[in-house]
Structures are given as structure tokens and as C-alpha cells.
């Protein structure tokens, strides 16, 4: 099974809401908190796992339906009239499958 590629190969549908407000509409400074949900979904394919994370114990399962939530809060700042803003935020898992458990998400945005 290890030397079939493709049956490991399948689609990830990924869906997500998010909402925002700005807080300093009147400033030249514009702070936005952020709120996000994101989700994948795993359409097919197999996955391996482990149960203690070594080589012994690794197994293959399908991964098939395999759904995966995430909350993710943060801010993005930025001056009017800038091309550039920063956002800042952090994400935690709220499934039990994961692609990670936590993240801290630094990113730049530049508008042209």
C-alpha cells in the first residue's frame, strides 16, 4: 500500500466565515479585531498515524470525511491612506483531528 501514491491522494475542501469591526473609524489609525472559523474537509484518500509518534507503531486508516475546525482571533492595523497593514492573531483547533493545535499567525499585507 505504501508504494500506490494515489491512494493517498484526495481533495481537501476548504470553507471558512470570518467578521471584523473597526474600532477607529474617525482615527488615522484603523484597528480591526478579526474572528474566523475555518474548516477542512477530507474527501477521500488514506492518512497514516502513530500511536506514540514513532515508526513502530505507525498505521494507515482512511481519511475519508476527516473534518477539521479551527478558531482564529486577531487584529489587523494599519494607517489610512498606507498600501500596508499588520495583522496579528493566534488559532487554536477545535477538533479533534488536526492539521495543528495551535498557531501564532505574524502576516503584512500590502495593497497595489
Not at 18 to 46: H, M
Request: proline letters at 2%.
Amino acid at each position: 500500500m505504501f508504494g500506490d501514491s494515489d491512494k493517498f491522494r484526495a481533495s481537501v475542501v476548504r470553507y471558512g466565515f470570518g467578521a471584523s469591526y473597526e474600532l477607529t473609524p474617525e482615527s488615522d489609525f484603523q484597528f480591526t479585531p478579526v474572528v474566523e472559523l475555518v474548516g477542512w474537509t477530507v474527501t477521500g484518500g488514506y492518512g497514516t498515524g502513530s500511536i506514540d509518534g514513532t515508526a513502530a507503531t505507525l498505521f494507515i486508516e482512511d481519511a475519508g470525511g476527516t473534518n477539521v475546525m479551527n478558531l482564529k482571533i486577531g487584529a489587523r492595523m494599519g494607517s489610512v491612506g498606507s498600501q500596508g497593514s499588520v495583522y496579528a492573531g493566534w488559532g487554536t483547533a477545535l477538533t479533534n483531528s488536526v492539521w495543528y493545535s495551535d498557531i501564532i499567525r505574524l502576516e503584512y499585507r500590502y495593497i497595489f
